[in-house]
């Protein structure tokens, strides 16, 4: 049975940093692209962030975090990261890692496999 499960979440004050983390388990990590997604109270799902699977992994963001997000993975600790620098408010929601079974990036979560359960971040102005 696959599993995500995220961590690193929390309360930071605008400006700060946050590292989220996302731990695989199940599956053949490395044939997996793995993306983040966040999903704000009464707003629709958001693209964040994504990262191809082979080790010299391609990225791609979405507009509202390029330049102070970085995704990056572990193919050794089937892990992958959310580095949140430059933190604004509206960064606040629940952030997601989800897992795709192909090589390429995609923005679209429903194309996504396998989700996690989610960790709030919350960013105080």
């Known amino acids: 049975q696959v599993h995500l499960v995220e961590s690193g979440g929390g309360l930071v004050q605008a400006g700060g940093s946050l590292r989220l983390s996302c731990a695989a388990s199940?599956?053949?990590?490395?044939?997996?692209?793995m993306g983040w997604f966040r999903q704000a109270p009464g707003k629709e799902r958001e693209f964040v962030a994504a990262?191809?699977?082979?080790?010299?992994?391609?990225?791609w963001y979405g507009d509202s975090v390029k330049g102070r997000f970085t995704i990056s993975r572990d193919n050794a600790k089937n892990t992958v990261y959310l580095q949140m620098n430059s933190l604004k408010a509206e960064d606040t929601a629940v952030y997601y890692c989800?897992?795709?079974?192909?090589?390429?990036?995609?923005?679209?979560?429903?194309?996504?496999?396998?989700w996690g359960q989610g960790t709030q971040v919350t960013v105080s102005s």
């Open positions: 989800a897992g795709r079974l192909s090589a390429a990036l995609s923005r679209n979560g429903n194309l996504y496999n396998h």
């Open positions: 199940g599956l053949t990590y490395s044939t997996y692209s």
């Open positions: 990262i191809t699977s082979w080790s010299s992994a391609s990225t």
